[in-house]
């Protein structure tokens, strides 16, 4: 019995054991909670405090009265309805050429010379219908007598009559297709000269010396434009169509020279947009003193309808920095923020438009730059 009770007694105690080495360790709240999260507040950027605000004049921005503008790009262009293509009546070979691409010429001035066998076919029917109303005028004259002596009867006298005056027709029509082609009757040639039917500047060629030449062919010899007056074409954007109307004045400043203004028309507006690019082509008529040439590179202007009241502050009191406008306008008690702005076009007596940022009548430090470099040393 009392090894059973031993044995009991120790069977209990293993189980005992276990069930404290099995037991889990309660949880710390405290230990599975995240940590606490710091907050400090930092001060706003755009405000600065200074000792002695002081030492940093103050300028008050004014009002300035202007005109919208949209500068956009374009380049300079003929008038098409003032080019003037020179075209060839006779086909053939060119066999010299008096003028090249870019020249200057006259109306009447020689341009080029052309061997053509038209000529000489236009010249043999020429011949034939010379020849042709001779005989004509003969039986016409033996016929009259003919009648006169009661030979023949009038309706054949009218026959001969009428005969003798297609002749005449014929001959005509053969001298007058000779003179089309620049041929003198009397003195054939079977070369064809052409000349400049305007004055203006040669600005295009297709032909080259030895060249075939075809009569009213798709392709022009030459192309003469009369360069006073001159196209501007502009790509305007979508969203700035609203400021381009027809008929309205536009500024044209050329690339090569930027110091001279020009004033041209807005004649036309594009009606289809660009689905690349969203742009519609503007045209401007301007008249060209002489130095517009096609293919120069322009920035037009083109104005508001109306006045607008912008602000203008001393060119000091914008900072440039970050690639953007910036100015210093003082608050409550020795703070000043920094306010961007929208720079525009310096002014007379040292003043800069602002078309954006800040309005007519507010403070501004006077020199920004000052003040910044200033800030940047406390």
């Known amino acids: 019995m009392n090894r059973q009770r031993s044995a009991i007694l120790g069977i209990g105690l293993v189980l005992s054991l276990l069930a404290v080495g099995c037991r889990r360790p309660e949880a710390d709240p405290s230990a599975e909670a995240p940590p606490e999260v710091k907050v400090q507040r930092e001060e706003h950027q755009g405000l600065f405090a200074v000792d002695h605000p002081e030492r940093f004049p103050l300028a008050k921005a004014i009002a300035h009265a202007t005109t919208p503008e949209l500068n956009v790009t374009g380049t300079v262009n003929p008038d098409i309805s003032r080019n003037v293509p020179v075209i060839s009546l006779a086909s053939g070979r060119v066999i010299e050429i008096r003028a090249r691409l870019g020249d200057s010429v006259t109306k009447g001035q020689l341009l080029l010379k052309v061997l053509s066998s038209d000529i000489s076919a236009a010249y043999s029917d020429y011949q034939q219908a010379v020849a042709d109303e001779t005989l004509a005028r003969k039986q016409l004259g033996r016929s009259k007598m003919l009648y006169e002596n009661g030979a023949i009867a009038l309706k054949d ?3 001969v009559e009428a005969t003798e005056a297609k002749a005449e027709v014929t001959v005509k029509t053969a001298t007058q297709h000779l003179r089309v082609l620049g041929v003198d009757p009397d003195h054939p040639s079977p070369v064809v000269e052409i000349f400049a039917p305007v004055s203006g500047v040669i600005t295009d060629q297709q ?75 503007v045209r401007i008529q ?42 210093y306008a003082p608050v409550e008690g020795k703070q000043f923020r920094r306010l961007e702005v929208v720079a525009g076009d310096m002014l007379a007596g040292g003043m800069q438009e602002v078309t954006s940022g800040i309005s007519p009548g507010q403070p501004v430090v006077a020199n920004a730059l000052e003040f910044q470099n200033s800030v940047q040393q406390q």
């Open 207 to 281: 032909v080259t010396n030895a060249s075939g030449v075809q009569a009213l062919g798709s392709s022009n010899p030459f192309t003469i434009s009369d360069l006073n007056e001159v196209w501007i074409i502009c790509d305007v954007f979508e969203n700035d169509l609203r400021d381009v109307r027809l008929g309205e004045r536009a500024g044209i400043r050329l690339n090569s020279y930027p110091d001279r203004l020009f004033a041209g028309t807005i004649s036309n507006i594009g009606p289809i947009l660009d689905p690349n690019i969203r742009t519609a082509k």
């Open 157 to 159: 006298l009218e026959v």
């Open 286 to 327: 301007v008249r060209n003193p002489g130095l517009m040439r096609p293919g120069m590179f322009v920035t037009a202007t083109f104005y508001g309808p109306r006045e607008e009241s912008r602000a203008a502050v001393p060119a000091t009191a914008i900072l440039h920095l970050h690639d953007r406008d910036w100015v």
